[in-house]
């Protein structure tokens, strides 16, 4: 058994039960309480678990089925929840009708510039405001980002212009200060597996963007996102953002097809980062209108307000301007697959 559902009106008291009798077993139960009605996701081996045990629990009253799933990943398949999830941040949603994009420099590089950026992506459409205080770079000898001070310039450039905040966090060291000044905690692409940082960032109350690892089949990608639910926190939202093939000419594979194959598999909202994904600037307004007709929920962006000066990533930033262009080259796409932007 994985998964208990409860008839509408089922009783604390039989909920009470049912969780106890779990434990008993050496499980553990996540409650999940729809505005309908009320689903156990049961936690931990299953495996040993017969299907007499099974029908025990089915008699018990308040319980309407019983249902195994058969994905190894279960609080995120489809099975375990059949409509979509939307992550409310704020006055913002992720996973609606509505397109998020996410936009800002790969790196905070001062609180003026975060302040500049925040204006000039809000003023085109942005919905969050991202950067980079730890950055995960090839070299040790390039620019590791600003640490807590970046973090507070990214508080700044909030206050200023409202935009909820996106940025990296790399080590579990460092959770607290993350959790205090973002929006919503990223997990980059050499972290997806991370699973001491994943279970960490499952106690979170802050939603995660979990980046999909450099070579990450779309299962393993799933099954971390199964690490940070199990822990509780179920707002965990994909992102698309390249895996490494033998192709030179772009940076990494965007891989679109992800899209639709993860909006089968899982509930959660998929949002692409062309950015990373392409890295060649000429390219990315043509993948990020591809990704909204994909079926993507939401974009991420690299925008910088001088590429050229830019201490990471400047090759693949939008300047604001071309930011603002692709901001209203979007809208009929959207409208197209019946999204706004
Ligand atoms: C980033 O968002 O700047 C970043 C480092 O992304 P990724 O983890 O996808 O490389
Ligand atoms: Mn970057």
């Known amino acids: 058994m994985d998964i208990i559902v409860?008839?509408?009106?089922?009783?604390?008291?039989?909920?009470?039960?049912?969780?106890?009798?779990l434990e008993g077993l050496g499980l553990t139960a996540h409650l999940s309480k729809g505005t309908e009605r009320t689903v156990i996701g049961v936690i931990g081996d299953t495996s040993k678990v017969t299907e007499d045990t099974d029908d025990g629990f089915r008699a018990i009253p308040g319980v309407e089925s019983v249902m195994r799933i058969l994905k190894p990943f279960k609080l995120?398949?489809?099975?375990?929840?059949?409509?979509?999830?939307?992550?409310?941040?704020?006055e913002t949603a992720i996973g609606g009708r509505k397109i998020c994009v996410i936009a800002g420099p790969c790196s905070v590089e001062s609180k003026a510039m975060m302040i500049e950026t925040a204006k000039q992506v809000k003023k085109a459409g942005a919905s969050f405001l991202r950067g980079g205080a730890f950055k995960p770079r090839t070299s040790p000898y390039s620019f590791q980002g600003l640490g807590e001070e970046g973090l507070k310039y990214?508080?700044?450039?909030?206050?200023?212009?409202?935009l909820p905040i996106v940025t990296e966090l790399m080590d579990p060291r460092d959770i607290e200060a993350v959790e205090q000044y973002s929006d919503i905690i990223q997990i980059g692409t050499r972290n997806m597996q991370n699973f001491r940082l994943l279970l960490e960032v499952g106690q979170s109350r802050k939603p995660v963007l979990l980046k999909r690892g450099l070579a990450a089949t779309i299962k393993e990608w799933l099954m971390s996102a199964e690490y940070i639910m199990?822990?509780?926190?179920?707002?965990?939202?994909?992102c698309e953002r390249g895996i490494r093939?033998?192709?030179?000419?772009?940076?990494?594979?965007?891989?679109?097809s992800a899209v639709p194959v993860l909006k089968k598999l899982t509930h959660l909202p998929v949002i692409v980062d062309p950015s990373h994904g392409v890295g060649v600037l000429d390219h990315i307004p043509a993948m990020?209108?591809?990704?909204?007709?994909?079926?993507?929920?939401?974009?991420?962006?690299?925008?910088?307000?001088?590429?050229?000066?830019?201490l990471s990533?400047?090759?693949?930033?939008?300047?604001?301007?071309?930011?603002?262009?692709?901001?209203?080259?979007l809208a009929p796409v959207a409208k197209a697959v019946g999204r706004e932007i």
């Open 245 to 256: 093939t033998f192709e030179t000419s772009t940076r990494n594979t965007l891989d679109l």
């Open 6 to 21: 409860l008839k509408p009106g089922a009783a604390d008291e039989q909920i009470r039960h049912i969780i106890k009798k």
């Open 154 to 162: 990214l508080e700044a450039s909030r206050q200023k212009t409202g």
């Open 288 to 310: 990020a209108k591809a990704a909204v007709a994909a079926g993507a929920d939401g974009l991420l962006i690299e925008v910088h307000p001088n590429p050229e000066e830019a």
């Open 313 to 329: 990533d400047g090759e693949q930033s939008l300047t604001p301007e071309m930011f603002k262009k692709l901001m209203k080259e």
């Open 230 to 238: 199990s822990r509780g926190n179920h707002n965990v939202i994909m």
């Open 76 to 90: 995120a398949s489809r099975e375990f929840k059949k409509t979509p999830t939307v992550i409310k941040v704020g």
